[in-house]
């Protein structure tokens, strides 16, 4: 099987490396916007789902690049917030646009404030869209069951990491690390799930 490239549509330099850990066994180069010197490149994530915007953000990119090109959105969702729908798709901007990660998780602790634990139950979710070279599109999902702790634990991940505790773990993402979050996560689930596929297509040419 011959190499490809696949280029990824996020500008988070933390998501880069995570993908770029799960995937680094595959026939397959991983690079980033900054790897091709694209560096205004901005799509607008008004989607009313994570796969909308997902789709959205690939289907951009794939019309400036060639490859393959793989875009994902993520999304808490908190049991008691909104019938379990936020911060959802809006979770990145939870505290407005531009929000630093200690904004939303600050957000989010204050939303909660007195929520018993049992009733902080949570899940993190991810869709992965990958367009292929000749314009189709392919989706896949993962998802980690958690809950919300009361204050930030663990050095380690990004996002809402230090407030998520895994389930099977009495631990946040943060203090789990990387070795451990890129075989549990929601991303890594997901990510599993597109080595699969591209695989089959590899196969299949």
Known sequence: MSNREL??????????????????????TVLSKEDLNIRSFEVEE???????NAIKKAKALADR????VMADDSGLFVD?????????VHSARYAGCNATDRANNDK???ELEGVPLEKRRAKFETVIALVLENGNVITVTGECKGTIGFEPRGEKGFGYDPLFIVDGYDKTFAELGEKIKNKISHRAKALNKLKKAIMNIMRDE
């Open 7 to 28: 280029i990824l549509s996020t500008g988070n330099i933390n998501k880069v490396q995570e993908i770029k850990d799960i995937l680094m066994d595959m026939p397959i």
């Open 46 to 52: 008004d989607g009313e789902t994570l796969e909308e």
């Open 65 to 68: 690049v060639e490859g393959m």
């Open 80 to 88: 008691f917030l909104d019938g379990g729908r936020a911060p959802g």
């Open 108 to 110: 989010l602790l204050k």
